[in-house]
């Protein structure tokens, strides 16, 4: 038997009744009605409540020491002492409670004789005189000491009760004397909590020695003896209040993982389970537009760079990345602090972002919403030394300069500067490493200096003008402009191998109404080298340059050469980015090499990091003049990309001509192969061996490569079409090879048998279609095995060919079918058999798909398909391994910026449909790894591709929750309607 249900009025032998403790009146809501006070007016109170405090928990110990002898003696069973008992406690009750005395003697009287409503009653007359005096005379309620009968105290009150600090006076002195009687200055208020904490402490400790030892995680229960009386226990609402504040309470963590982290905890192993259906794990390529970073160089070597719409933190020792994902679009411009502890990213776009991160975890700790209202996103931006502002520039036709507080996590900025049009495009800025209030920007045609008035809320700048006249030389266009060094000068490169030297006059501050405005003016004109300037920064005491021709020079501060490297033979240099940690003072095994002075002292420089225009990046180690490879990436689209039918391999293909393989397990770039110029990969393909690779290239030609080293497959290559190579297929036997090329045309090649060798060789071509071919596909005859061969048309007609009947320059047509009316076709699968019936499923741009009959061609179902802004470009069916794979199967599409699965069988569900943002200026290409696990998709002009991890098991508990919501809000219920009867309007209400 519970409690509940053993005890909800208990009985004393004398008839009196006991209340529930649910009974009692709640008097939280009488708390609410107590009028607020001040501070200064709580501090003598508080102090009365302090004494009060400490004779009620004197007073409770002495009952609690009676209530033990009372047991003792009800145990004989002698009923006389129990109620002696009581007299004597309600005797002392009387003494200590000054106002509530009459009320106690009468219910003293009434216990002996009296009935239990009587004793209801005088409870309920004690608990409304109680209500009256609280909200008559709330400013002198201390300690009140309402009984609370049938409810049992707790752990700490009954600790509490025995380790009373203060005598009976004391409390009595505190009720009669009100709050007049209890000032006392905070000191004294300090010291009576010490000592009472101290002596709670020892009383604990008492306590928990004369305690018998129990078993964790158990609650010690004392059970009431039969026939015996509960023990009313006088509590007070403020007790209990006081008594919860007192006890212990878990302190909150006040350290963010922000402030407490480290350098190291980035790539710490993540062992947390996947909870999203597609996951990011690998980014292919970088954006060698923007620059790469160093921002680790002690026992790992980290780097920083953008790919696409992520930022791409990349451990080279460990080969692992950490992505920094959270932009709507492709990433324009970043910058990184001084200390390489801050990273600030920012897009262009619609919903433009600009968000701050922390490098040692990742975690993004300011977005910036609305930095570009009108939807342009930005173009440059820079951060000053100490971190503690960011300023940027627009991308829009009138450019806004803006200057940020960022560590304030301000939504607006403290300052903005709207730009003419005649300074040109603005690219380019910087702050000046010794002031945080200047700064220098830069387009091609115009430099600009900045000073910020902070007090002012002011940003003037001077755009001087600077023509050939102005040096009577030819200056160039600007590429990159810094701060010198010492002096307070600028200084702008050009692509003409100049260097452009600016004065700069601050005026003194004056609080004048019209003070005098800074400036700067042009001042020298240095012909540096012949060689165009494409990047300029400062390290240490030297000023570096790095120019078209790959070389990278440093010179001191008056502009004299020191050391350059010219022997790596690189291309445009990008980027340079330097170390944190300073070199490494010369010793005896150091490898430093000579400078070009006179005295031929040791050129001590730190280790840097080189990102030039083709898409490479290097590492140079100034100890040993050593350059390293860390990154080769293709420079220019990638549309071409291909899945190995039973190994871990992924081939890319770029339009530079470039084809790399990569193991997309280990992360690990296996080998490639550079075409010649003007041949760009379009299109790629494996056979279902897996020995060959198909090759459609930009300009018409195809090329069939061995798998494992690219080498030609062929003598020469098939060119027999004028435009580019957009899709390639082979047959189930690879038997034959189809390919569809841009002018709408399909051609076929075959396998043929030449002085026992396997020759391919050219059938023939046919020009099926007056639009974009969407898909080329091969099947496979039920009754032969022969191998089928269609093609889907942007012009609606799904065409079948006869490979059998074809000969050479002769491609037979089967027959030809027209797939929709209004909306047309945008790519073709072949369903998995999951029905008796073998079907064609072709989605269109009107967000639907259409099975159709294999072998009839005729429309059998049209339904929804997944709606996520656009149609679907691409499907594929999920590959499975296993039989019980084979019950349930996923489509993986793609459209014009998303990649998602949706679950099979297709029933027009959305709910069993999701889709993630895989590349926002488009998705060009998309392969599926052998097993199922992994998802490709290439960016295009983004230079990128991703690797997605499937994971199929969030993807049902995600599909079951939203199924589970979506029935149980549309199940009918009779309260929708007076209808007896299920209605069409109950349901979708």
């Not at 841009?742 to 007056?770: D, G």
Request: hydrophobic share 35%; glycine share 6%; charged share 25%.
């Amino acid at each position: 038997m519970s409690d509940a249900e053993r005890n909800p009025l208990e009985e004393a032998e004398d008839g009196e009744t006991e209340m529930k403790e649910e009974e009692y009146p709640d008097y939280s809501e009488e708390e609410e009605n107590v009028p607020q006070e001040s501070e200064a007016d709580l501090v003598p109170w508080r102090d009365s409540q302090e004494e009060k405090e400490a004779g009620d928990e004197e007073e409770e110990g002495q009952l609690e020491e009676e209530e033990e002898e009372g047991q003792l003696e009800e145990e004989e069973g002698g009923r006389q002492l129990e109620e002696e008992e009581e007299e004597g406690q309600l005797e002392e009750e009387e003494e200590g409670e000054g106002q509530l005395e009459e009320e106690e003697g009468q219910l003293e009287e009434e216990e002996g004789g009296e009935t239990e409503e009587k004793a209801g009653a005088a409870l309920d007359e004690v608990v409304a005189r109680f209500q009256e005096e609280l909200t008559e005379e709330p400013q002198e309620i201390t300690m009140s000491m309402i009984s609370l009968q049938g409810r049992p105290p707790t752990d700490s009150q009954s600790i509490m009760s025995e380790n009373s600090p203060t005598t009976r006076k004391e409390s009595e002195h505190s009720l009669q004397g009100g709050s007049s009687s209890t000032l006392s200055s905070s000191y004294d208020y300090d010291l009576e909590m010490t000592s009472s904490e101290e002596k709670l402490v020892t009383s604990l400790q008492k306590k928990t020695a004369q305690m018998p030892a129990e078993e964790p995680g158990q609650e010690r229960v004392s059970e009431p003896v039969k026939g015996e009386r509960r023990r009313d226990k006088r509590v007070s609402y403020f007790d209990m209040r006081k008594e919860k504040e007192a006890e212990p309470k878990a302190r909150p963590r006040t350290d963010s993982l922000v402030s407490i982290s480290s350098k190291d905890i980035l790539f710490q192993k993540d062992d947390q389970a996947k909870v999203y259906p597609l996951t990011m794990t690998w980014k292919f390529g970088w954006n060698s537009s923007l620059p790469v970073y160093y921002i680790r160089d002690e026992k790992q070597r980290v780097l920083l760079y953008a790919s696409a719409h992520t930022a791409v933190i990349y451990n080279v020792f460990k080969n692992d990345q950490h992505h920094l994902m959270g932009h709507p679009n492709v990433i324009s411009c970043m910058c990184v602090s001084e200390d390489r502890r801050w990273i600030a990213t920012a897009d262009k776009g619609p919903n433009c972002l600009l968000i701050i991160w922390d490098s040692f975890t990742g975690i993004p700790v300011h977005t910036i919403f609305d930095s570009c209202p009108e939807g342009d996103g930005i173009r440059a931006i820079a951060i000053t030394r100490d971190a503690k502002y960011l300023a940027t520039i627009s991308d829009a036709e009138i450019q806004k300069v803006c200057i940020w507080r960022w560590t304030l996590a301000a939504e607006t900025p403290a300052c903005t500067l709207d730009l003419p049009k005649e300074y040109g495009f603005q690219n380019y800025l910087i702050f000046n490493p010794t002031n945080n209030k200047e700064l220098v920007s830069n387009s091609k045609i115009q430099a600009i200096y900045y000073l910020w008035y902070e007090e002012r809320e002011m940003l003037i700048h001077s755009a001087p003008l600077l023509t050939e006249k102005t040096f009577n030389k030819h200056v160039g266009k600007f590429s990159q402009s810094i701060f010198h060094l010492n002096l307070t000068q600028v200084l702008s490169a050009t692509l003409e191998g100049k260097l452009v030297v600016w004065d700069v006059y601050r005026p003194p501050l004056s609080a004048s109404a019209s003070p005098a405005l800074p400036y700067m003016k042009p001042c020298k004109l240095v012909h540096l080298q012949k060689e165009g300037i494409t990047v300029l920064t400062t390290v240490d005491s030297y000023i570096v340059t790095g120019d078209v021709k790959g070389n990278i020079k440093f010179y001191d501060c008056t502009l004299s050469i020191i050391y350059w490297f010219s022997n790596f033979k690189l291309s445009s240099i990008r980027t340079l980015s330097f170390s944190k940690t300073p070199a490494t003072p010369p010793t005896e095994k150091s490898n430093y090499p000579s400078d070009c002075t006179l005295k031929g002292d040791l050129f001590v420089v730190r280790n840097f990091i080189i990102g030039t225009s083709d898409a490479i990046v290097y590492h140079l180690k100034a100890d040993e003049t050593k350059l390293e490879k860390l990154l080769i990436e293709p420079k220019e689209a990638i549309c071409a990309i291909a899945c190995h039918p039973y190994q871990p391999l992924i081939t890319i293909g770029s339009f530079c001509g470039m084809i790399k393989v990569w193991d997309y397990r280990k992360k690990r770039y296996l080998f490639s192969r550079v075409f010649e110029k003007g041949l760009g990969i379009q299109s790629l393909t494996y056979n279902p061996e897996g020995d060959l690779l198909g090759a459609g290239f930009t300009e018409g030609t195809v090329y069939i490569l061995d798998a494992m080293s690219l080498e030609n497959g062929i003598p020469e290559p098939f060119k027999y079409s004028r435009t580019s190579v957009t899709h390639i297929s082979f047959s189930h036997n690879s038997q034959y090879m189809a390919t569809a090329d841009a002018n709408f045309t399909v051609a076929v090649y075959i396998v043929k048998v030449r002085n026992s060798q396997r020759v391919w060789e050219y059938l023939a071509r046919l020009r099926s279609h007056r639009q974009s071919i969407r898909s080329l596909l091969f099947g496979v005859h039920l009754d032969s095995n022969e191998p089928r061969l269609l093609s889907l048309g942007r012009d609606r007609l799904l065409i079948e060919y006869n490979l059998l009947q074809s000969y050479k320059n002769h491609l037979e047509v089967l027959d030809i079918h027209q797939t929709d009316q209004g909306n047309y076709p945008t790519c073709m699968i072949w369903y998995p058999p999951l029905t008796k019936e073998l079907f064609l499923l072709i989605s269109n741009s009107g967000y639907k798909v259409k099975l159709f009959n294999s072998t009839t061609k005729m429309c059998r179902k049209t339904l929804l398909g997944p709606v996520y802004g656009s149609p679907m470009e691409q499907i594929q069916v999920l590959p499975v391994k296993t039989a019980i794979e084979l019950q349930r199967r996923y489509l993986v599409f793609i459209n014009r910026d998303k990649v998602g699965l949706q679950i099979l069988p297709i029933d027009g569900n959305p709910h069993k449909t999701c889709a993630i943002v895989c590349h926002p200026n488009g998705t060009a290409g998309m392969a599926l790894s052998h097993n199922g696990h992994y998802i490709f998709t290439a960016g295009g002009q983004d230079l990128s591709v991703v690797q997605w991890e499937v994971n199929l098991r969030s993807w049902k508990t995600i599909f079951t929750t939203r199924s589970s919501v979506v029935k149980a809000s549309t199940q009918w219920r009779p309260g929708r309607c007076r209808n007896t009867s299920a209605c069409r309007r109950c349901l979708l209400s």
